[in-house]
């Protein structure tokens, strides 16, 4: 399984991004996918989690109301659509994969839980 992470780039206080995890050598329907990002000198962070089988999302306190993750246009994407971006969100996204789409909730945002991780997109958030 490969993935690809795109749609990254600056953008002004408020603005909006959307990124796009297209993923290769399986299907989403068979896995969990997910959204980290690694912010300068702070540890990576799971922010947004979707299930490949119904669709099921979840999201950290911190992006709920403003993300939000889905399945793309293209076929076997997932997107994760940013709104109201503040310079706190300034980070490198990385998409991932490798559990089950039926994985529990508490380890949805851990990163020891994926095996295959998409090479990051830089998001930087600044007037």
């Known amino acids: 399984v490969q993935l690809q992470a795109s749609g990254g780039g600056l953008v002004q206080p408020g603005g909006s991004l959307r990124l796009s995890c297209a993923l290769s050598?399986?299907?989403?329907?068979?896995?969990?996918v997910a959204w980290f990002r690694q912010a300068a000198g702070k540890e990576r962070e799971g922010i947004s989690w979707?299930?490949?089988?119904?669709?099921?999302?979840e999201y950290v306190d911190s992006v709920k109301g403003r993300f939000t993750i889905s399945r793309g246009d293209r076929e076997n994407t997932v997107d994760l659509q940013m709104d109201n971006l503040d310079a706190n969100d300034t980070a490198i996204y990385y998409c991932?994969?490798?559990?089950?789409?039926?994985?529990?909730?508490?380890?949805?945002?851990?990163?020891?839980?994926?095996?295959?991780w998409g090479q990051g997109t830089l998001v930087t958030v600044s007037s």
């Open positions: 979707f299930s490949g089988n119904g669709d099921e999302c």
């Open positions: 050598g399986g299907t989403v329907n068979w896995y969990s």
């Open positions: 991932a994969t490798g559990p089950s789409p039926f994985l529990v909730s508490e380890r949805r945002f851990v990163p020891e839980e994926y095996d295959f």
